[in-house]
């Protein structure tokens, strides 16, 4: 009996087999291969903070710690707490979580030669698409400075918007300030040319692209302001030498820098009456 | 006799791109450096083949009224296979390629050379037939590759060749639009030389 290849019970029949076919195949074959994929994503998302850190060959698991801001508070992610590791890469691989989170703010911390850097995830849009990235920030004196940007982009203009991810421009930021001194975020791609230490040069052609640089920096930094500011004050505070000599010690001084000065000057005994010098 | 006719027509005389012009979005696109347009011709060749071998293999039980339907679920899940293996081990290249290893699945190159060619012939000789039309349309890839990224990064495959001559590279070779110049130096070589080709 010859089969009627062009009746329909024979087509539904060849489709619903062949679909079946095909549809495990691929599942089967997604599955096996998804380790090695996630992996992959895993430790391009390392060798950029890396990148961001100014280390592109050092490696990320001896010597990065991952950390979490909520409200300026800093908590450490443990490296053994696997499932929360792997939390904060979820939350990088996925762009508009990021951009919505609000707290518990990925953060990562590279200690070196007694210098604290940290790298911040940043998230925005670009002319055509998403751009995103990781800035890498150091505490210096009364401001904080970028030691390092790395940048990509899903689809911006080849040789225009698209440079931002080139060496050339990421060089730029180095050493850029985030705050004038009106305390206000000032990094930005400025259209013309900088017009300040805190501007960098924008890309001719590509001004939509570093309108949207410029959006994502202040927003993406902008969460991590109260954090940056305490870490701020936390690092004067450190390097400040104590104001009171023991010939100046007064009871005024001493509230003011009694924890760091307290032993040397500010026992009961050491603190002298200011002299009256309009005795005449 | 016939099936090393087969094998050499398409990379020469018969070329998927310069001569049947298909084929070209992609070959504008993934052709900046060497190393994508490759492993794109790779591709391209495996999925060629591959879909010729399984609609030859297929093509006496094929309903006629859904045979295109049926060709592209063959040629999209070989073009996902593709992806996945590219994503897992060779990560780099696949983020260069993007968008394009997907694509494979609307290069008429491969839809073409299933209903032209594998529908009609012996499993073998289709599977001989679309790893000759994926090299050819590799070779052509690559050939583009090669000047716009010597002359575009004054680089091959990623190690400096221009460059140490004090080369200045030329930004006009990375957009899309010279690939198309260069593809169409290539045809006009090519027919040059090929004189049953020219229209009269």
């Known amino acids: 009996m010859a089969i009627n290849k062009n009746s329909n019970t024979y087509i539904i029949i060849y489709t619903v087999v062949m679909v079946v076919i095909v549809g495990s195949l691929l599942a089967f074959l997604a599955t096996s291969l998804k380790p090695q994929q996630d992996a992959n994503v895993l430790n391009e998302q390392k060798v950029s903070i890396m990148k961001a850190f100014g280390e592109a060959d050092a490696n990320f698991d001896d010597m990065v710690k991952i950390g979490l801001v909520t409200e300026g508070e800093f908590t450490e992610v443990a490296k053994d707490d696997k499932a929360g590791v792997q939390a904060v890469f979820d939350l990088l691989g996925n762009r508009k979580a990021l951009s919505e989170a609000t707290a518990e703010l990925p953060i990562f911390v590279l200690e070196k030669d007694g210098a604290t850097k940290y790298v911040l995830p940043i998230v925005g849009k670009g002319l055509w698409g998403d751009i995103w990235g990781y800035v890498s920030l150091q505490q210096a004196e009364d401001n904080v400075v970028i030691t390092g940007i790395v940048m990509d982009h899903a689809g911006e203009t080849p040789g225009l918007g698209a440079e931002i991810a080139t060496e050339r421009v990421q060089k730029m930021f180095e050493g850029k300030a985030l705050y004038n001194e009106a305390n206000e975020f000032a990094v930005r791609m400025q259209k013309g040319g900088a017009q300040n230490e805190h501007q960098v040069d924008a890309i001719t052609g590509g001004t939509k692209t570093c309108d949207g640089v410029n959006a994502m920096l202040a927003i993406s930094v902008g969460k991590y302001e109260a954090f940056l500011r305490g870490a701020e004050a936390t690092a004067e505070a450190d390097t400040e030498e104590c104001a009171c000599s023991e010939e100046e010690c007064s009871e005024e001084c001493c509230g003011e820098c009694a924890d760091e000065c307290a032993d040397e000057c500010c026992s009961e005994e050491a603190i002298v009456e200011p002299v009256n010098v309009e005795e005449e | ?200």
């Open chain 2, 1 to 200: 006799m016939k099936l090393s006719k087969n094998f050499t027509n398409p990379l020469a005389a018969n070329n998927p791109v310069i001569v049947q012009i298909l084929g070209i979005c992609s070959a504008l696109a993934v052709t900046v450096k060497l190393e994508p347009a490759f492993v794109m011709g790779l591709s391209v060749t495996f999925v060629c083949a591959f879909s010729n071998l399984f609609m030859s293999l297929l093509r006496k039980g094929v309903p006629s009224r859904i045979r295109i339907i049926v060709q592209l679920v063959v040629i999209a899940t070989l073009v996902i296979v593709v992806d996945q293996f590219l994503r897992a081990y060779m990560y780099d290249v696949s983020k260069q390629l993007s968008v394009y290893v997907g694509l494979i699945i609307t290069n008429c190159i491969v839809m073409g050379r299933v209903e032209a060619f594998a529908l009609g012939n012996k499993p073998w000789d289709s599977f001989v037939d679309g790893v000759a039309n994926g090299l050819g349309y590799a070779f052509i890839l690559v050939l583009v590759a090669f000047f716009r990224e010597l002359f575009g990064s004054g680089t091959l495959f990623g190690f400096d060749v221009l460059a140490r001559f004090g080369y200045v590279n030329n930004s006009l070779m990375l957009f899309p639009p010279m690939a198309l110049i260069i593809i169409g130096c290539i045809i006009w070589v090519h027919r040059s030389i090929n004189k049953d080709l020219q229209e009269k």
